[in-house]
């Protein structure tokens, strides 16, 4: 699996695709879609100049923490999974 980098926000990570989606219901491949988010201000601040010392969009850093965030939870999403499995069957 190749890890999310800001010179490549396309990258799939089927790990974390599975986490959001579900086996049942897989987007396409580095669809995206537009969300909002609250977050501090001092939090957009330094994200904003983050952004315009490196040259990195802050999309694209909201990206590769969103990601890195559903990696971090895994097991709990793998835990519910697995709790739902025993109760059907």
Same mark, same amino acid.
């Given at each position: 699996m190749s890890e999310y980098t800001p010179e490549n926000p396309e990258t799939f990570d089927p790990e974390a695709q599975d986490i959001v989606s579900g086996p049942e219901r897989q987007p396409r491949r580095g669809r995206s879609v537009p969300t909002n988010v609250l977050i501090p201000m001092?939090?957009?601040e330094a994200l904003r100049r983050l952004s315009a010392v490196t040259r990195v $969009?802050? $999309?694209e850093y909201l990206r590769e923490a969103v990601t890195d965030l559903l990696r971090k939870y895994?097991?709990?999403?793998d835990e519910e999974r697995s709790r739902k499995d025993r109760l059907a069957g």
């Open positions: 001092v939090h957009r $969009s802050q $999309s895994r097991h709990v999403v």
